[in-house]
């Protein structure tokens, strides 16, 4: 299972790297986001510091919807799954390899807008520690639950629109975890920021060891 | 001599159609079997079910040994497909999907090199992007995954659709290699001259059918009754049904 | 099966009918307004049924039937079609709870809408549920429309304590100062006959549920049933192809 996950990884990022479409969309957006909120938000920049941690967690969770369906949409449309499945590749592998690969953009994409943020709307850098781990644990638990759900969506007709409607809410307590915890890194306090931790880590454990049970059946349907 | 495969009665429902109506099929190892019918007589989804695509809902379905009702999966990397898609990334090239399709079936990349050469697409194609080829380039490329799994059962739908005169001569090459090698070959066309030449025999299919098979018993009598769920649930009492 | 519901079902359809009845007289007339909230709180009588209902029992057989109906050895349309059933008639539930709550709340303290850790807890499993009867209708084979359906539902039922845990913990650091104290608030002394009107009132939601269910499963069975036929009457095509080839 494992190596096949490397294998399916390597796959994933190689051809994110060829076609390049994180690098020239789904980062602008995330950018172009940010903006947006400013515009809407009436610039005054001791509100937009106060939000900043919220709106950078929704951007994440927007963008990152893209880069799911992105990665599906790889698996040559119409036979979508016909051709992970007749590789012979293992379910479990094939969802870690998947969520990996879609880990790592969401990485990328969150240096930039965390960058985004400290330009664009004055945010001050504090305990990084914290950040980090939130980061890591939100991050996770976002790949391994859009997997799973881009999965169930995948090879539909109606994929693009059913994905965000099933995975948003899921979703939800990550957004609000992820954003409390940066909240109170950013405030000082960064121990208060535990708990959320703790939560992020528990949804991405759950959602990871789900993914690696469910994705081989769930690819198995016709 | 081993079989490879083996089918009886075999039912293959797609969605609510029955495009498997009951085949009866052996083909032992080391055979070239041509199938030939009509557009829509099931050819495709024989071809599919064997490759553990798509599930056989009745009936007994041995591939490889492997009882293909118990599990699909097992024999998948022992397989080769041929289909109508390309199953191709066409953001990688032709050299990366290769490797891909091979270390996926457990062979190595070298195995991938060997298919390209094979193949003709070593050189200046390698490095294309497979969205970039033309179709019978395409076409060339997905033979030649399949040559790099070295697959004991090689199911080719189609296979000269879409190759010129020189690709056609190097896939029945390579089929007859495959098969003096001990693998099985199952080939679909509508167009039997030229695959004919190639076959050991020739089998025909209808209506879902291998023509002249038996019709199974395991299609009559379709409705089943629930358990009775309280008041207001109860049904007539009906046969077993194959949609569980 | 027959297009008439069987004697025992609608001898169910009248009781919850009486009960409901009964339920409203006692809600509307009998039993006194609070002590806090005046006549507002009647609409309790109808909110909390709906709302236990709704994710308890209803959400509860989906998640339960979902599981049966993946579970290899208890696999049968049976559990597919109770857990679809049980899904929109929770969803309506679930939907009438939140828009008498909402009603309460507009009543009661002049908000439509409060982010405490209940409603919004109510508002994500809606949304939950409403997913999972879209995944039952996309446009895919029935298969695959039963089993992705039967896996979301289970991926909701783990969802909902997540969901609650973090939004509670979220709103014990934001007591919202503007609406007082919501939370003592929320909960009004239910003493005496109305708390035998409440029960009364769960009592009846529960027995227009299990009617609501018998209705809906038949249906669904039926349309199962139609489904069937049609394919038998497919396969009988199918073969008649291939006496017309060999002919």
């Known amino acids: ?222 | 001599m081993a079989t490879a495969v083996r089918l009886r009665s075999a039912v293959s429902l797609l969605g609510r159609f029955p495009a498997l109506a009951g085949v009866d099929l052996d083909v032992a190892a080391g055979e070239i079997v041509l199938v030939q019918g009509a557009n829509g007589a099931g050819k495709t989804t024989l071809l599919r079910a064997c490759a553990g695509l798509v599930p056989f809902t009745a009936g007994e379905a041995e591939i490889l040994g492997q009882d293909m009702r118990k599990s699909r999966k097992a024999v998948r990397r022992r397989i080769g497909l041929l289909g109508h898609a390309s199953f191709l990334y066409d953001d990688l090239t032709v050299a990366d999907n290769l490797t891909f399709s091979a270390k996926a079936a457990g062979a190595d990349a070298a195995s991938a090199e060997e298919a390209m050469a094979r193949l003709g697409l070593g050189g200046r194609l390698r490095d294309v992007p497979a969205g970039r080829l033309s179709a019978g380039q395409r076409r060339r490329v997905a033979v030649a995954a399949v040559v790099a799994r070295s697959p004991e059962l090689w199911l080719l739908d189609e296979p000269h659709a879409g190759l010129d005169a020189a690709g056609r001569d190097l896939l029945d090459g390579i089929v007859r290699e495959a098969a003096a090698g001990g693998s099985t070959v199952l080939l679909a066309s509508h167009e039997p001259d030229r695959a004919a030449a190639l076959a050991s025999r020739t089998v025909t299919m209808a209506g879902g059918q291998v023509a002249g098979g038996l019709l199974p018993e395991a299609l009559a009598g379709l409705t089943e009754a629930p358990p009775r769920r309280g008041a207001g649930a109860g049904a007539p009492a009906g046969k077993a049904s194959i949609v569980a | ?247």
């Open chain 3, 1 to 247: 099966m027959t297009t008439k519901s069987s004697p025992a079902v609608r001898v169910l359809g009248w009781l919850s009918a009486v009960t409901l009845a009964l339920t409203a007289v006692m809600a509307l007339v009998v039993t006194p307004g609070d002590v806090n909230m005046g006549d507002s709180v009647r609409l309790l009588y109808l909110h909390v049924p709906t709302a236990w209902l709704a994710m308890y029992v209803a959400f509860g057989l989906t998640t339960l039937a979902s599981a049966l109906y993946l579970w290899k050895r208890t696999r049968s349309r049976f559990w597919d079609l109770t857990a679809g059933a049980s899904a929109e008639i929770g969803v309506l539930f679930l939907g009438l709870t939140l828009l008498i709550g909402s009603l309460w709340g507009r009543i009661t303290w002049g908000v439509w809408w409060t982010w405490d850790a209940r409603l919004t807890t109510t508002a994500v499993l809606f949304v939950l549920y409403v997913g999972y009867l879209a995944v039952r209708k996309v446009p895919a084979s029935p298969e695959v429309q039963s089993r992705r359906a039967a896996i979301v539902a289970i991926a909701a039922f783990l969802d909902v304590p997540i969901v609650h845990y973090a939004v509670e913990w979220w709103r014990t650091l934001h007591q919202d100062a503007s609406l007082g104290s919501p939370q003592r608030v929320l909960d009004p002394q239910i003493t005496g006959t109305m708390a035998w009107t409440l029960l009364l009132g769960v009592v009846a939601f529960t027995l227009l549920y299990c009617w609501l269910m018998a209705h809906r499963f038949r249906l669904a069975w039926m349309e199962d049933r139609l489904a069937d036929r049609a394919m038998q009457i497919a396969i009988e095509e199918r073969r008649a192809e291939a006496e017309v080839a060999a002919s």
């Open chain 1, 1 to 222: 299972m494992w190596r096949d996950a490397v294998l399916v990884a390597g796959k994933d990022l190689r051809v994110e790297v060829r076609s390049r479409v994180g690098i020239n969309q789904v980062i602008p957006f995330a950018v172009l986001v940010l903006i947006v909120f400013a515009f809407a938000l009436d610039s005054d920049r001791a509100t937009l510091a106060a939000v900043g941690p919220g709106l950078f967690w929704v951007t994440v969770l927007f963008s990152g919807l893209l880069a799911i369906q992105r990665s599906f949409v790889i698996e040559s449309d119409d036979d979508a799954r016909d051709a992970l499945r007749l590789s012979g590749l293992d379910g479990g592998g094939i969802f870690l390899g998947k969520a990996a690969a879609v880990a790592a953009q969401l990485v990328l994409l969150e240096v930039v807008l965390a960058l985004g943020v400290i330009v664009l709307y004055g945010v001050q850098l504090r305990g990084a520690a914290m950040l980090l781990l939130t980061c890591v644990a939100a991050t996770v638990g976002l790949a391994a639950a859009g997997t799973v759900y881009g999965v169930i969506a995948a090879g539909l007709r109606v994929r693009d629109t059913l994905l965000p409607l099933l995975v948003l809410p899921v979703l939800a307590p990550v957004l609000l975890a992820a954003a409390r915890a940066c909240e109170a890194a950013l405030a000082g306090t960064p121990a208060e920021g535990w708990p959320w931790v703790r939560m992020l880590t528990v949804f991405a454990t759950i959602y990871v060891t789900f993914g690696v049970v469910a994705f081989g059946p769930l690819l198995e349907e016709a």
